[in-house]
């Protein structure tokens, strides 16, 4: 390979191997987009607050794929609205964690939510009610949405394809909101757009200022070990 020729070559298979990541990429952004139309949730883990309803399926690329409804689930879109009520007021997933504990609200596992379920939460767009808000957040954050003006009703919540890179083998990486593509969904939301992205305002400035507040919830968590 240290040939002209031989370099020549390795230059060629090269960008024939570049052209075909970005074919790749392009394919599955398009499939995004056909799944985007549908409005429907595509399975995976359910989140909080819904049941998963299987309704029709949707062909993309060829392939069918099994399409669901959220259902609504009162009791847990209550412990939903209550998660985002006590990090607003506590600005703290700790403290959040900790009184979720002291108030015995468990996830559907029956266990008791962590700092990671909660972000999880607080972070997932499918709770946030298509509103104004809502809309406008997701056009300064440049997330390419599916959706008309019109489609964001106040009412039903948010889909967003393209959320994470799930490369196989490799824990799960976030991308950034303006690789999104959001589209309104068919279910109910939960948290109305003001609310929710004053939560994403409040995790990006913690997250980017290392935000740490003093661990306050000994006394909490002491209550729980000797109850």
């Not at 990090?87 to 108030?103: G, I």
């Not at 709770?127 to 957040?137: E, G, R, T």
């Amino acid at each position: 390979t240290s040939t002209p020729m031989g370099r020549a070559m390795m230059y060629i298979i090269s960008v024939f191997s570049q052209l075909e990541r970005e074919t790749i990429a392009e394919r599955i952004r398009d499939n995004m987009h056909e799944l985007a139309k549908t409005g429907r949730w595509l399975g995976g883990i359910t989140p909080t607050g819904y049941a998963s309803e299987s309704i029709k399926s949707v062909t993309v690329d060829g392939k069918t794929r099994k399409a669901c409804k959220l259902k609504l689930i009162p009791e847990e879109a209550e412990i939903v609205k209550t998660i985002y009520s006590l990090f607003l007021e506590t600005d703290s997933l700790t403290l959040t964690e900790a009184e979720l504990m002291k108030r015995r609200i468990i996830t559907k596992n029956g266990k008791y939510f962590t700092r990671f379920s909660i972000r999880a939460i607080l972070q997932n767009p499918v709770y946030v009610m298509a509103d104004s808000d809502a809309y406008q957040y997701f056009i300064d954050k440049e997330a390419e949405l599916f959706s008309e003006p019109d489609a964001f009703d106040g009412q039903h919540g948010l889909l967003a394809y393209n959320r994470t890179d799930q490369e196989k083998g490799k824990a799960t990486v976030f991308n950034p909101v303006n690789e999104w593509i959001v589209s309104v969904g068919k279910h109910p939301g939960i948290i109305p757009g003001k609310v929710w992205v004053a939560v994403q305002d409040n995790l990006e400035r913690n997250k980017s200022k290392s935000y740490r507040r003093p661990r306050k919830n000994e006394a909490l968590l002491t209550g729980l070990l000797y109850c």
